[in-house]
Nanobody, 124 residues
């Protein structure tokens, strides 16, 4: 059974950092790109970052570029999202999703499995 489980969310003050994890099970992570999305209250889902199957290619939304870093450890079947310099606009539920291919040439419709999400709240 394919599963993606996010962890590491929580409450953080503006300017702080969090690291999200996406633990994969039921499949070999090494063959798939993984994408982080987020959805803030009352807003549409937003693509945050993608990492290719080998980790050689990544991309980021302009809103997080320079502050967030995506990485993966295929031996541990886990993808990470390091989030620094957080601000209240980053408050959202963060989801990881599996792409249907190994590269990040993906759209939202190319995700076949999703985690249940981790809430990140940035507030003083």
């Amino acid at each position: 059974q394919v599963q993606l489980v996010e962890s590491g969310g929580g409450l953080v003050q503006p300017g702080g950092s969090l690291r999200l994890s996406c633990a994969a099970s039921g499949f070999a992570l090494v063959y798939y790109a993984i994408v982080w999305f987020r959805q803030a209250p009352g807003k549409e889902r937003e693509w945050v970052s993608c990492i290719s199957s080998t980790g050689s290619s990544t991309n980021y939304a302009d809103s997080v570029k320079g502050r967030f870093t995506i990485s993966r450890d295929n031996a541990k079947n886990t993808v990470y999202l390091q989030m620094n310099s957080l601000n209240p606009k980053d408050t959202a539920v963060y989801y990881c999703a599996r792409g249907r291919r190994s590269l990040c040439d993906l759209s939202d419709r190319d995700m076949d499995y999703w985690g249940k999400g981790a809430l990140v709240t940035v507030s003083s």
